[in-house]
Structures are given as C-alpha cells and as structure tokens.
C-alpha cells in the first residue's frame, strides 16, 4: 500500500507550531486504515471486455486506475513478487503519483505510464450481520448436520464490499491497475493479448511452447530468459539449455504485447540413482531379524554397486551389502522404529510398526459338531486350548447374543445350543468364546452357516429381459445350506438338483 503523506506536511508541522506556542501537548489521531484487495483474475484477449475484482472492508467508495506499463520486462523485474504487485518505493509508484495529481486529460503519458482510465467505484456495502437474541434460531439453522457450517453472518465474512469492474476492451499490452481510498493503495498486474507461453522445466532442456489464443503453435517466435535465447519451430516449440535456477521466467515480446510464463525446478544430474527397499509383513516384533528386498535405481552399471544398509547385528551403522546386474539387493537387518539403504549419498528409510506386546502362552480352539444347520436345530461347540492347559472358566456368546457357561471337563469347554430363528434365507452367524486360562484371557470366534429352512432354492433365466408372451427358460436349482446340491419337494413334483 501507498501511503501519501507529503500533501499533509504542512498542515502537520503548522499544529505543532502553534501547540509549542501555547506549551499545550498535540494528539493527531492518524486516519482509519482502509482495508483494501485488487484482483484481475486471468489473462484477457484484446476483443473481449477485461474486469477487475475489488474489495473494500466496510464498502464504500474508492477510486480505480488503469495504467499501462511502457516497459513490461523492467517493470515485472522490479515490481513483481510472488506475493503480488510493490509500486509503492520505487519508479512507478512515483509514476502513478505524477499522473494522479496531473490535470492533463485522460489518457495522460508518462515516459514509464500511461494513465487509461480513472473511475470511481463503489463496493457493495455488506450485509448486516444476523445475530441472536433471544431465539437463536434467528441466526442458526437447526438441521445443519456439521457444527463447522453454523456461523452468525458478518462475523466469519468480516463485512467486504465488492464490486465487480468492467475495464471494456482493452488494446493488448501489460497493465497496473491501481485502486486507492484516501492516502492508501493496492495494486495488481494485468494481462491483455492473444498469445499464450506454457513452459515445461527438465533436467537435460527446458521446453516452452507459444500458441495464439486458440491453441495454434506460433513458428518463428523468439522466446528469451534471463540467460538464454531460442526461436519456436513451426510447430511453436523450442528448446532452452537447462538451468539451475530454481525458478525460470521466459517472455515472448510480440509488438504492443508481453507473454510470459515460469515454472520452479529442481535440477538433477543426468543420471541420478535412488535406492529402495520393500519388507514382507506389515508388523514385527522389537529386534527380531527383518528380511528385505532393494532395488538401486539408476543408468550406471548397477553390477557389484555397494549399499550401506541399516541397523544390522552388526551394529546401529549397518553393514554393506553388493547388488546384482540389475541393482536388486538383499539383507537380513534388525527391526527397529526406522530402518534404511545408503547408496551414493541417497539415503531411503521406512519406518516399520512395531508390536512389544507380550505373545500369548497358548492359543483357544473352537470346533463345531457340523458346519451348517437350520434355525431351530441343535449344534455343539467345544472350546479347547492348544497347550491342553486346563480352563478356570469359559463363557460362550451365542449368535443371538446370549451368553451360556460351558460345560468344563479338564482342559475342554463344551456347549449345545439352538440356532436362533432368521428372516434370512441363507446366512452365516458367529460365536465367541472368552476363556480364563491361568489368570490370563484368550478369545476365539466361529462360524457356521444357517438359514430358514435347511434348503435354499435358486431360480436362474438365460436373459434378463424378453417380449410379452415369448417363452423363457427357468433352471431352479436347490442347495443345503452348506451349499451341496439336493432335492426338494414342490407340490406334486419332485424337482431333480441341477449343477
């Protein structure tokens, strides 16, 4: 933001003058800080009508203007940051104050400006903010699901005024524009013309691209940086050197108008080898030996390379292992929180999850008498623990979510119970059983197939879809619910089971 502070110079020193004759103490309260943002938000073609964005905390009036840059390639030297558009200090700040304060009419010139337009614009001002009294439902909506979408208006949008400016077309060229309220302003670039620059960046060459506005290639073209110059093809393509610097801008000067473009990048060497590795389980235990696979990726002669790979038995350094012909390696490390390969100075960690718990002594078995039954039929389940240590107690949780004491009898646990009734024709259930084996819990589930009635028929057609009246074959098919073929009786015919 510009500040103009000279106009009132005068007037300041006047007041202090006559406070110091009259030894009384000055308080200049300073001017409110208007709060003020300025956008043009894409590229415009010189036939269609350019716009900018303004916004002004609180509304209200401000005034607008377009100026264009003489000199587009010194400009955007000295006055273009990634953060936006600084005029204030320097030669075009001064530039736009001379025309500012000049009566000349518009447009006037300036040897680095020339002022096109001056308006003044009005921001809508905001709407009031909706708060709650009394009955909250006056500012909240009740039904919002996420509390982070409930907000009292004008709070969270902070009361910005808007307006949304029609330049009219504009000659292609580069151009400031430049809305001021009193003695501050904000500024913004603006870009008027037919041609477009796309810029690829590559470690051997940087390729740029420069077409018309409908995506013809331009042959003929010269592209330039800062340290490099090329002519486009005929298909509107060129090649420049690469360059380390991590941020690159070309320009294409094609009379009154600039195209510009830039790209970041980090060069690397033109062979540029990594190195990988890959584990086989996705949890280990502190400590035990983890085997692993690597691979070198590179253009080198990959035969015999050395890769420094970490922690091992050997110590928190590693040890080195040598990769075949195709850079694939492999060693046997020690699992840790992060583990890692070294070659060349490229380094490649993982970070492996670890599991300290305790291992269980022993393990619970669950077997039942048959692997399906119908609703209402009997079924028994016997609990018994790996190591046959004998059980304290043993409880049973039924598919229904019942839960029964088995039957002890040394170290097995056993329980007959009823499949409970099911809607559902054919469906799988599960039981679980939660043991005390010498103070310490185990728990282990089963499973076992069910259903309504002990068959379940399936019905089938060659086609999904057939015309009124048109004959269509049915093939019905019926099944146990352990899923084998069978027979079943349907009215006065017997059905035969069909594969």
Excluded: K
């Excluded at 799988?428 to 009635?453: D, H, P, S, Y």
Aim: charged share 20%; glycine share 10%.
């Amino acid at each position: 933001m510009t500040r103009r502070l000279l106009p009132l110079l005068p007037l300041l020193l006047a007041t202090v003058a006559r406070a110091d004759d009259h030894g009384d103490d000055v308080f200049i309260q300073a001017p409110s800080r208007p709060f003020l943002l300025l956008d043009a938000r894409r590229r415009y073609l010189p036939r269609e009508h350019a716009h900018a964005y303004v916004q002004r905390r609180g509304g209200g009036d401000l005034r607008l203007g377009v100026f264009r840059v003489h000199d587009p390639r010194a400009f955007l030297a000295a006055s273009v940051t990634r953060q936006g558009v600084s005029t204030a200090a320097g030669p075009w700040g001064e530039a736009c104050e001379a025309l500012l304060r000049s009566d000349a009419p518009i447009p006037r010139a300036h040897p680095r400006l020339t002022l096109v337009s001056l308006r003044t614009v009005t921001t809508a001002p905001p709407p009031a903010a909706r708060r709650a009294v009394g009955d909250e439902s006056a500012a909240y909506d009740s039904n919002e699901e996420d509390e982070g979408m409930v907000e009292t208006w004008g709070v969270s949008a902070q009361g910005w005024g808007v307006a949304d400016v029609d330049l009219g077309a504009l000659p292609a060229g580069t151009y400031l524009l430049r809305a001021q309220d009193g003695m501050f302003a904000t500024s913004a670039l603006l870009s008027v013309g037919e041609t477009v620059v796309l810029l690829r960046r590559g470690d051997l060459r940087d390729h740029v691209r420069v077409t018309d506005a409908e995506g013809r290639g331009l042959p003929g073209v010269t592209v330039e940086s800062a340290d490099a110059r090329a002519v486009t093809d005929a298909q509107g393509d060129a090649a420049l050197p690469a360059s380390d610097t991590p941020t690159r801008a070309v320009f294409v000067a094609r009379g009154d108008e600039l195209a510009w473009a830039e790209a970041t990048h980090t060069r690397l060497a033109a062979c540029d080898t990594r190195v990988y590795l890959a584990t086989g389980r996705p949890v280990y235990r502190p400590n035990e030996p983890v085997h692993v696979r690597g691979h070198i990726r590179g253009c080198a002669p990959l035969a015999g390379a050395r890769v420094r790979v970490f922690p091992t038995a050997a110590g928190e350094a590693g040890e080195t292992v040598t990769a075949d012909a195709d850079g694939n390696f492999s060693a046997t490390l020690v699992a840790r929180a992060q583990i890692g390969a070294e070659h060349q100075g490229r380094t490649h960690a993982r970070t492996l999850s670890l599991d300290a718990r305790p291992v269980p002594r022993t393990t619970l078995r669950l077997a039942l008498d048959r692997p399906w039954a119908a609703a209402g039929e009997s079924v028994t389940v016997t609990a018994t623990p790996a190591d046959g240590t004998d059980l304290d107690q043993l409880v049973f949780t039924l598919p229904d979510g019942a839960r029964r004491q088995g039957e002890l009898s040394g170290g097995t646990a056993r329980l007959t119970f009823t499949l409970p009734p099911t809607r559902a024709a054919w469906e799988r259930v599960t039981l679980t059983a939660t043991a005390n084996v010498a103070g310490e819990v185990f728990t282990a589930r089963a499973g076992i197939w069910t259903g309504r009635l002990r068959e379940v028929l399936s019905l089938s057609t060659a086609t999904d879809r057939g015309a009124e009246g048109h004959d269509i074959t049915a093939q019905v098919s019926a099944r146990d619910l352990g899923g084998a073929l069978t027979t079943v009786q349907m009215g006065d015919a017997v059905l035969a089971a069909l594969a």
